[in-house]
């Protein structure tokens, strides 16, 4: 108060307490708090510093979970495309099963002697588009040489000629010379029918000359230039005859129509069909189990590859879980494999993010990765269909895979900032605390030594009321 008057020494001991007991106040409010700076009264400059620097920490703390759950968003993604590789690499694995397989059903037949009557038999069904009709027999016409000498042509002059076609194309000229045994003809005339390409062959049976058309074709001999070959070699008429195995076998497997879906073969002098199909192959002029008769009144089957029949089956399912795996690929809300789009922001200011999408937002599933919709049976029939499958499950897979190496790129850059942000996070952390934290070791001395200050200020503050004191025991 201002009416009290004190002593110098009092009153400067009583500043000195006032003062320590403040000092002693910050001292413990710093130990309290663990701050030096507690307000802007504290160290406007440090102060405010400091909350800019937490500020932006806590900005990017708030980016911190976007770009966790953006990496839970791309896994999601590469967990979809790392199962849809494997399932893309079973259906590879189905088709080369397929492409391996040669489980196709044979049936034998045995050939009937009459069958010229019927002429032909038709073969469809299987991987055949339509009917295909093979004649079953042959044309034949036999000569008789009326001028044969041991087994040689005798001939009143030489350059006899004569001509063999099919009715519509002509042979060059053969010409006979005299000491030309049937053998040596028939060389001739198939020298002069494999140049004019009308099918027909010479061959010597049982002492004759025999010419065979395996096309049914009539079978034309004609006197050439110096005429009267024909004559000599004493040709008869056309005769219808059924063909052998080996000739049936060379009718199918030269057929075009037939290249790829049915092979012929000899067993044992039967003729066996092979149907390379996973239908059902049907045979019109041959007995379920028996002979090969002609004609249109009796009709056999043979089965189809139901080997791979089955592996069709197994592809679709397979195609089917590829587009459940692309639709079951999201987090939160988001998925990549769909075409979605996912936004990441990097920095407080929004300056810095990363668009995340597939090429042209495209739904990675079977239909975009070029799979068939729905793999029918028939399309294994083929080994040339089966391996252009195989190229586009190689294509799909090259697809699917070059995406998921895409996100993985994607997923390094975001989790690369992510810590950088928590590297940041902690420099502006640790920043802000150079400015505001208090060193707790020298705040503990600094309230250890305000405490014996304080101590030795109240000692001095009893010392310098005593010395007022003596001098009122001395009025009295």
Request: charged share 20%; proline share 1%.
């Amino acid at each position: 108060m201002a009416d009290i008057s004190l002593s110098k020494a009092v009153r400067s001991n009583l500043l000195s307490l006032k003062s320590t007991a403040d000092m002693m106040t910050t001292t413990q409010n710093r130990l309290a708090t663990g701050n030096k700076v507690n307000s802007a009264l504290d160290n406007p400059s440090n102060w405010f510093t400091a909350k800019g620097l937490t500020n932006r920490s806590s900005d990017l703390a708030s980016l911190i979970d976007s770009m966790a759950n953006g990496i839970q968003t791309l896994e999601a993604a590469d967990n979809g495309l790392t199962a849809m590789t494997k399932t893309l690499e079973s259906m590879q694995s189905t088709l080369r099963q397929a492409r391996q397989d040669k489980s196709f059903q044979t049936a034998s037949y045995e050939i009937d002697k009459s069958i010229a009557a019927s002429a032909d038999i038709t073969i469809s069904g299987g991987a055949v588009a339509g009917d295909v009709v093979v004649n079953a027999d042959k044309t034949e016409k036999t000569a008789t040489p009326v001028g044969l000498v041991d087994g040689k042509v005798v001939l009143a002059d030489n350059g006899k000629q004569f001509t063999v076609s099919d009715g519509t194309t002509a042979t060059t000229d053969i010409t006979l010379t005299t000491g030309d045994t049937l053998e040596m003809i028939a060389a001739k005339i198939n020298t002069a029918t494999a140049t004019a390409d009308n099918g027909i062959t010479a061959a010597v049976k049982d002492g004759k000359l025999v010419l065979t058309s395996l096309n049914a074709d009539a079978i034309t001999v004609a006197g050439g230039t110096a005429t009267g070959g024909d004559t000599v070699m004493g040709f008869g008429t056309d005769a219808q005859v059924a063909k052998t195995a080996d000739e049936m076998v060379s009718s199918i497997n030269s057929n075009a129509a037939l290249e790829g879906k049915v092979r012929a073969s000899n067993d044992n002098g039967k003729l066996r069909l092979e149907n390379q199909s996973t239908q059902k192959l049907e045979v019109e002029g041959a007995v379920q189990g028996g002979k090969l008769t002609g004609g249109s009144t009796n009709k056999a089957e043979i089965a189809g590859n139901s080997v791979r029949a089955g592996l069709a089956d197994q592809f679709n399912e397979l195609r089917d879980q590829l587009d459940k795996l692309a639709d079951d690929a999201s987090f939160n809300g988001i998925n990549l494999l769909r075409g979605d789009k996912l936004t990441i922001t990097f920095n407080e200011t929004g300056t810095s993010s990363i668009d995340i999408q597939t090429e042209n937002g495209d739904t990675i599933n079977a239909f975009n990765l070029g799979v068939p919709t729905q793999l029918e049976e028939s399309q294994l029939d083929s080994d040339v269909t089966i391996d252009a499958l195989l190229a586009d499950m190689k294509t799909a897979l090259d697809d699917v895979r070059s995406q998921a190496s895409t996100f993985g790129s994607n997923l390094s850059i975001v989790q690369n900032r992510k810590s950088f942000t928590e590297a940041m996070i902690n420099t502006l952390e640790t920043g802000a605390g150079n400015l505001t934290l208090a060193d707790m070791n020298t705040e503990a001395a600094n309230l250890l030594a305000l405490q014996t200050r304080q101590q030795l200020s109240q000692n001095s503050l009893s010392l310098a009321s005593q010395a007022d004191q003596s001098i009122l025991q001395l009025l009295r």
